[in-house]
C-alpha cells in the first residue's frame, strides 16, 4: 500500500513533512505542481498512478494519535472510495471531507481524467457558483461529485476522525456534535485516529494537546 500527500507552496513547512514521515515512513510527497492543477488539487495526480494495490491520500494538516494505523488499514474493494465522513458540518457542501482518501488508481482515474479535460474550468467552478470560497478550492467537491458517477463511497467510523481548531466556540460545537462522549477536553478521546485542523500551524507543536 502507498501512502502520498501533497505539499505545495509556501503555506505549510517542512516540519509538517517530517511530522508525517515519524507517522508513516512509507510516505512519499508530491512537491511541485503537475498537469497546471492548482495546491491541493494536484492530490488528483494520484488518482491515475500506475499502482494495482490500494493508495491512500492524506492532507498534510493532520495530527495522528491513539491506533490510527488503524486508518491505513481499513479494508476496501474494487469499486469502493474511502474517506472521511464531515459529520461536524451538517450543512457543509459536501459529505465527504477531503483529509483522507483510500482508492484503487485504476478505480479512479477517470476522475482524473475527466479533470484535466477542462482543468481551470473545474478548478474554478465551485467557486463560481458560490459553493465553496475562493480563491483555491472545491477539490473535495470535485471528487465527491465525480466518485458517486462509479463507485461506492464508504466512510471510515465517524468516532475516528474530528476536525478541530484553537477557536473556543468551535471545540464547544464540535464536542456537541460529536457521536463520541466527547472530542477534546483537556485531551483527544481515546477512540479518535485523525484530527483535521482549521487553522494553519493549530499543530506545529504535536505533542500538545490544545
Known amino acids: 500500500m ?5 505539499r505545495i507552496g509556501n503555506r505549510y513547512g517542512p516540519e509538517y513533512e517530517d511530522y508525517l514521515k515519524s507517522k508513516l515512513p512509507e510516505i512519499k510527497f508530491l512537491n511541485e505542481q503537475q498537469n497546471n492543477l492548482w495546491l491541493q488539487w494536484n492530490k488528483l495526480n494520484f488518482f491515475a498512478l500506475d499502482y494495482n494495490e490500494p493508495i491512500c491520500v492524506i492532507d498534510i494538516d493532520i495530527l495522528l494519535i491513539n491506533d490510527y494505523i488503524e486508518i491505513f488499514n481499513y479494508p476496501i474493494e474494487r469499486g469502493e472510495f474511502l474517506t472521511v465522513k464531515q459529520w461536524w458540518d451538517p450543512e457543509a457542501a459536501t459529505e465527504l471531507n477531503g483529509v483522507f482518501y483510500k482508492f484503487y488508481p485504476s478505480d479512479t482515474k477517470y476522475i482524473f481524467d475527466k479533470l484535466i479535460e477542462s482543468p481551470r474550468y473545474w478548478m474554478e467552478y465551485f467557486i463560481k457558483n458560490k459553493i465553496k470560497p475562493g480563491p483555491i478550492n472545491g477539490e473535495e467537491n470535485f ?60 499543530h506545529i507543536d504535536h505533542s500538545s494537546q490544545l
Open 143 to 202: 471528487v465527491e461529485m465525480m466518485a458517486k458517477k462509479r463507485l461506492k463511497i464508504k466512510y471510515l467510523p465517524e468516532t475516528w476522525c474530528c476536525r478541530m481548531s484553537n477557536n473556543k466556540e468551535f471545540k464547544a460545537k464540535i464536542n456537541a456534535l460529536s457521536p463520541l462522549p466527547y472530542v477534546h477536553l483537556d485531551k483527544y478521546h481515546p477512540d479518535i485516529k485523525l484530527v483535521h485542523f482549521s487553522d494553519v500551524n493549530n
Open 2 to 6: 502507498e501512502i502520498r500527500a501533497v
